[in-house]
């Protein structure tokens, strides 16, 4: 890498690592249980799916705060994985995003894992002078005050590469 790589640096490539790492974990977790093809970024949606049944893409990417474009590439994905289906809603226009019997097999065991990580996310937080969750509404206080896009574009104003 050269000085001229701004990429060289990320002040929160740490978080996203960090977080790679404990997925990788969970993920070992359901290796070990012979739940094969699941990503931990397809639990929530598995057991918003099984709480609540049957829902369209639009609503479940409302359900779980995403946007109907992500939450459209993701039931691809799990589709392809073999964890949902599509099936025809009540009207011959509208498909509905449902478990396979294979998710079904696999959710109590998926739904256990959410509780048991939320707990030793508790307990991290606990042993840490500052916990994550502190850090995420003190960022959001901040941008509250002045949003992300103001402050990129102010420094953005200051750069001649931008103009």
């Not at 990417?61 to 799990?78: D, F, I, P, W, Y």
Request: charged fraction near 25%; glycine fraction near 4%.
């Amino acid at each position: 890498m050269t000085d001229d790589d701004p990429t060289s640096e990320s002040l929160w490539r740490p978080l996203r690592t960090l977080q790679a790492s404990m997925d990788a974990d969970i993920a070992r977790l359901y290796s070990e249980k012979q739940i094969d093809g699941l990503k931990p970024s397809f639990v929530m949606e598995l057991l918003r799916l099984n709480a609540l049944g049957p829902m369209t893409i639009t609503e479940l990417a409302e359900s779980v705060g995403r946007t109907h474009s992500a939450l459209s590439q993701k039931v691809a994905a799990m589709r392809e994985a073999g964890w949902v289906q599509t099936v025809t809603g009540e009207d011959a226009r509208s498909k509905k995003v449902t478990l396979t019997d294979h998710a079904r097999a696999v959710v109590g065991r998926l739904a256990s894992e959410w509780r048991a990580t939320e707990a030793a996310l508790a307990d991290i937080e606990a042993e840490i002078p500052y916990p994550l969750t502190q850090v995420v509404t003190d960022i959001e206080q901040a941008l509250s005050r002045k949003s992300f896009h103001d402050r990129i574009a102010e420094k953005l104003a200051q750069d001649p590469a931008w103009q």
